[in-house]
């Protein structure tokens, strides 16, 4: 493999549709691990989209040559104390996107820190033992997981966003 930045991006990308194709089997297959196998391909998505955004990251670091070119986590990349001390359009772009909740990219890295998240047992009313007739409802909602769709959205708005940030940044 070429020791550019873009080639880990694109491995990712590439590596993140090969986890949805088999993430569509795996629903479409009456194994009797179905359920194992999908939430093993929805992580594995999700590790991947993230895995090409800090690629992405790399790639504009590398180029503008920031002292952070070699950050670990995208979070490291995507503060406005890094843009601020070292501005590039790109990196403006990801960090005001990161920092609105409703976009993809938000979206995207609340999904990867949910993964090292411990597991939580729903919240219960606490039931008063003397009053054993009356039940406590809970109107809180449950979380619905990431859909193969959302995920395969990431991945083409991930995929365009690089393509886009490459065509400004080549040198001609």
């Excluded at 070429?2 to 590596?15: C, I, M, P, V």
């Excluded at 194709?21 to 939430?39: F, H, I, T, Y």
Aim: net charge negative; glycine share 4%.
């Amino acid at each position: 493999m070429a020791h550019e930045l873009y080639t880990r991006t694109n491995q990712k990308l590439f590596f993140a549709g090969l986890s949805l194709e088999s993430w569509r089997k795996a629903e479409e297959g009456r194994a009797m691990n179905a359920q194992a196998l999908v939430q093993s391909e929805r992580e594995a998505s999700l590790f991947h989209l993230y895995g090409a955004l800090l690629g992405l990251c790399h790639e504009i670091a590398g180029y503008y040559r920031l002292s952070e070119a070699g950050a670990s986590r995208v979070e490291m990349l995507l503060t406005p104390e890094v843009l601020a001390a070292e501005p590039s359009p790109e990196l403006a772009e990801l960090v005001e996107m990161a920092q609105q909740r409703e976009t993809w990219l938000a979206e995207l890295l609340a999904a990867y820190r949910e993964l090292f998240q411990p597991p939580q047992a729903p919240k219960q009313a606490k039931v008063d033992p003397t009053l054993p007739l009356i039940t406590a409802v809970s109107v809180e909602e449950e979380v619905a997981p990431l859909s193969r769709e959302t995920l395969e959205s990431w991945r083409q708005n991930l995929k365009s966003l690089a393509l886009r940030f490459r065509e400004t940044m080549s040198e001609c």
